[in-house]
């Protein structure tokens, strides 16, 4: 078959010093993802080529769809680079594609390999006029054709194709290093979770968990919706923390309406440890300015300063039903709106702190040894890989 996908490199293209190693992860991840299918894959500084097999068309079409770090992408037909064998894969390609109806169309000519005989200019006329020619049914429109015809002349091959899909775009996963995701049960933290994937950053996820005041399908839908990134993601930790004693000890040694603060302040010291453990460069979570308490500037200074690593908050600046928009695009909304509660939930003060002072935190968590909690729970952490978009079914973890 003289059939490959072809793929546009994404943003790449102006990181003109790392080109190389853009490249060459997303070969990897494109490598890693159709794993299981009989292909060949080609690269060059340009373009990535994909043989395959056509049973394999549509599984190929779905994976490429979600990668990152891709512009565009579709069928092309190989040939070699010579205007016969142009024209001759130019009628394929129509007599292929094309219904019995008439059409409008353009060329557009792409030479790379500026020692072809004529420009691309040139190009488009003698192809435009074959086309002209041969196919009653189709008439030049410059402006605004049903169909263009892409001819890309490179030095070794040329490649013919009517449609483009358009991919992802953002950077290969892995190229920015690593992060650890705060992947909570809501709506926000999977997107948030998403965001960080399509700049490039590779992610393992953390789960605060606080059995038995939340429940296993509660863990359960945390691995569902982690599941759900694994296609743009590829594999992952997900690391449980075992964080009922240190939150019960908050709410018995600290105000009330504070709770949530101290809180958040031990799940970001618990961060920073993690970040160390797992070799990762930050942390990413679901936080949105203004939606809740503890997501004031105030509560986020307050909150923010037992940590100095970088927090990425991709969704910070959202309207709620931006981030749902695409909580629907990745299929995570359904799961996140089932209603097991998570450790955020229970204990929820009537009235939690929107202007928290440090000060106070401070001397609150002086009066006990959360420091020792912390030690205890990080000799206790779960790890689950997720290297699956399967969903769980809940009783398997019952
Ligand atoms: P989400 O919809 O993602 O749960 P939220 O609007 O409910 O977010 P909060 O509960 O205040 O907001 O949490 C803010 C962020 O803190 C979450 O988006 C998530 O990144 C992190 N987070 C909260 N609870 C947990 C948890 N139990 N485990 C891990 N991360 C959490
Ligand atoms: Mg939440």
Do not use: W
Request: one cysteine or more; proline letters at 3%.
């Amino acid at each position: 078959m003289n059939r490959v996908i072809l793929i546009k490199y994404g943003e790449l293209t102006t990181k003109k010093g790392n080109r190389k190693i853009f490249i060459n992860t997303l070969y990897s991840n494109i490598l890693k993802k159709l794993k299981n299918l009989n292909v060949n894959i080609f690269k060059d500084m340009s373009r990535m080529y994909i043989e395959y097999l056509d049973e394999d068309k549509e599984v190929i079409l779905k994976n490429i769809g979600e990668i990152f770090g891709i512009h565009a992408y579709s069928i092309a037909y190989k040939t070699e680079s010579n205007l016969d064998m142009i024209k001759k894969t130019i009628s394929e390609v129509l007599n292929d594609n094309l219904e019995e109806r008439n059409y409008t169309f353009k060329v557009e000519t792409k030479r790379s390999d500026k020692s072809f005989e004529i420009n691309s200019v040139e190009c488009n006329n003698v192809f435009g006029g074959y086309i002209l020619k041969n196919f009653s049914n189709l008439k030049v429109d410059v402006h605004n054709p049903d169909i263009l015809v892409h001819v890309e002349i490179r030095k070794d091959y040329s490649y013919i194709y009517l449609n483009e899909y358009k991919g992802l775009g953002g950077y290969p996963v892995g190229t920015l290093g690593k992060c650890l995701a705060m992947l909570s049960g809501g709506i926000d933290s999977p997107v948030a979770s998403y965001l960080a994937l399509k700049r490039g950053i590779k992610l393992d996820l953390v789960y605060f968990e606080a059995i038995p005041h939340t429940s296993l399908e509660a863990r359960g839908k945390v691995i569902n919706l982690a599941r759900k990134l694994y296609p743009y993601a590829g594999d992952m930790k997900l690391i449980i923390v075992p964080f009922t004693k240190l939150q019960e000890a908050i709410y018995k040694n600290c105000l009330e309406n504070y709770s949530i603060t101290i809180m958040r302040r031990m799940m970001f010291r618990i961060m920073e440890k993690l970040t160390k453990r797992f070799k990762a460069l930050g942390i990413v979570n679901g936080e949105s300015v203004g939606q809740v308490a503890s997501q004031t500037l105030t509560s986020m200074n307050v909150i923010n300063s037992v940590t100095n690593l970088p927090i990425l908050r991709p969704v910070a600046c959202f309207d709620k039903l931006e981030i749902i928009e695409i909580a629907k695009k990745i299929d995570t909304y359904d799961i996140s709106i089932l209603p097991y509660e998570d450790c955020c939930t229970i204990f929820v003060p009537k009235h939690p702190i929107i202007n928290p002072n440090l000060n106070t935190c401070l001397e609150m968590e002086k009066t006990f040894d959360y420091e020792a909690m912390i030690e205890d729970i990080l000799a206790n952490l779960q790890i689950i890989n997720i290297d699956s978009d399967k969903d769980l079914d809940y009783s398997d973890i019952l």
